[in-house]
């Protein structure tokens, strides 16, 4: 087998960075890691070395929530992230209508009208108020709420006067949508192109999400398929929002494609205000938010992922909503015992009272947070909640301090897919441009925030075995970056790069002469 010597890094060894580390890789594995004239005394003379000048050498970056599929479709589509305000948004909109034939749809998708000045979303009356012939649908960045012109609405047979779609009720205008745009052939290129974009910021591991029920499924035949042509830089372990048929159990692949568990949803956004309060909003004393799912339903789904082995995961953003989670994952412990095969995880946790904390900790769940969130809601949240919920709000740090097992993730498409935007955030905690800090008390330290990334999501899925960490024995899944991380902090952590990225030992980013690469 081809060896690879590392050497010159500075090597994350789980719990800190040292320095005068050398990494042998050979084959698909990790076979020595230790001063570098130790490993060199067990590198085969034929043997390739990558020589480094102080640049730091982590384990592979795992997303460990995402929705990789819609993702890549929206990367194809009107990105409207950029609209400074409403007036703003319709005039991409126009624009984009005027490259495309009349039949086909329009699909935007990002906006965020908590930012505009005119404090108010998108309507049906002000989509058909442009005129144009194509059917619309626009999707908020969190992806909970759409918005269709009256075209659409027709099209897909939904009857709504405002044409403001939340949650679920969007799904026939989506069903539409998507075949009218997206054929298997271009999904399956655009699949390729963003998984190659995610290997290309240190992402060597992903977690993706399907959302049948909100119009975001994740097919696992395309992941097979991009495998198979090796085509697929990534370890995908995948989610979806019904158990599959015939049953799988948590973990089935063969060692690069996997299922999972099952995705229940408990709520909607904080944004959209369709995350489930236990309080009314602060800014609409007459919503509390929803709840997708009666108790009952969430116990019957818990109860048929327990009994087939699956692994659950549990969207909760609201407080009220991990109230739920909680009540619920009691109840089916004790009917089943705590010994199943993996704990359940809890996406978001963004809204999380301090007994909530201590009962996540007592019942030993994973948590799965976004730190991206805090730059991005940091105008939006306190509005939402009022002063006296903010410290419940965003609590990374006291998660952590509950002794909760804790991992980060993009949520893309709602967040940016680089890992080193998230870690900065985790660091520091301010507004995009570094002028405002939300509750500091609640920073991590670049090596309290890199387990997150690393060791901690692989733990949530019973890989901490093989995958995320430099220890000989694991896979060759590691990164090289551009820059030495350990002391850095704001714009220059921001700013990292990865400069290589292996996946069993296959460089899915950059280039060694003779080496294998993904899809050469």
């Known amino acids: 087998m081809d060896s690879l010597l590392i050497t010159g890094g500075v090597v994350w060894k789980g719990t800190g960075f040292v320095r005068g580390m050398s990494v042998l890789l050979s084959g698909d594995s990790i076979v020595a890691v230790g001063a570098e004239d130790d490993v060199r ?28 599929s ?25 624009e984009e209508a005027g490259r495309l034939p009349a039949e086909r749809w329009v ?39 759409n918005v269709a012109d009256g075209k659409a609405l027709a099209l897909s047979g939904i009857d709504s006067p405002d044409g403001i779609l939340p949650e679920r009720d ?27 974009e995610l290997a290309s910021w240190g992402v060597t591991c992903a977690h993706p999400c399907g959302a049948d029920d909100y119009g975001m499924e994740e097919d696992l035949s395309l992941y097979d398929e991009l495998h ?26 063969d060692g690069q494609v996997h299922y999972q568990g099952l995705k229940i949803f408990l709520d909607g956004s904080l944004g959209g205000r369709t995350a489930a309060l236990s309080a009314p909003y602060a800014d609409d004393a007459g919503e509390t938010g929803r709840l997708n799912w009666s108790d009952d339903a969430v116990l019957d789904k818990l109860r048929a992922a327990r009994e087939k082995g699956v692994q659950t995961m549990l969207h909760a953003i609201g407080d009220a909503a991990l109230d739920q989670a909680i009540r619920c994952i009691r109840i089916v412990d004790d009917a089943f015992g705590r010994d199943c095969r993996l704990r359940d995880r809890i996406n978001h946790v963004m809204v999380c009272r301090p007994d909530q904390r201590r009962a996540l900790a007592e019942l030993g769940l994973f948590c799965e947070i976004q730190p991206a969130f805090v730059p991005s809601d940091m105008n939006m949240a306190e509005g939402r909640l009022g002063k006296d919920r903010m410290p419940w709000a965003y609590a990374w740090r006291s998660l952590l301090d509950e002794g909760l097992c804790v991992s980060a993730s993009s949520d893309a498409p709602v967040e940016s897919v680089n890992p080193w935007l998230s870690l900065w955030a985790l660091t520091e905690r301010s507004d995009w441009e570094g002028r405002r800090v939300s509750a500091p008390e609640q920073r991590l330290t670049v090596e309290e925030s890199i387990p997150l990334f690393t060791s901690n999501p692989n733990r949530a899925i019973g890989q ?12 060759a899944d590691l990164i090289v970056l551009d820059r030495d991380i350990s002391t850095l902090s704001g714009l220059q952590l921001r700013g990292a790069q990865a400069s290589y990225a292996f996946v069993g030992g296959i460089l899915s980013k950059g280039v060694i002469d003779g080496w294998p690469r993904f899809g050469a």
């Open 70 to 94: 819609t993702w890549a479709k929206q990367r194809a589509l009107l990105d409207l992230s950029s609209a400074k305000s409403l007036a703003d948004a319709l005039e991409m909109v126009r």
């Open 41 to 68: 005394a067990r590198t085969p003379a034929a043997s390739r070395e990558l020589r480094l000048s102080g640049e730091s050498v982590l384990p592979g970056v795992t997303d460990g929530h995402l929705h990789l």
């Open 464 to 475: 901490e075995h093989r995958l995320g960490r430099i220890e000989p024995g694991f896979a």
């Open 170 to 196: 969007a799904i026939p205008a989506l069903r539409a949508m998507e075949r009218n745009v997206f054929t298997r052939p271009v999904l399956k290129e655009a699949l390729k192109s963003a998984c190659f």
């Open 107 to 145: 699909r935007g998708w990002n906006y965020n009208d908590t930012r505009w000045p005119e404090g108010r979303s998108f309507t049906r009356r002000d989509l058909d108020a442009l005129g144009i012939p194509n059917p619309i649908l626009l999707q908020r960045v969190c992806t909970h709420i």
């Open 228 to 253: 198979r042509e090796g085509s697929l830089p990534l370890r995908i372990f995948s989610y979806h929002d019904d158990l599959a048929r015939p049953a799988l159990p948590t973990g089935f692949g």
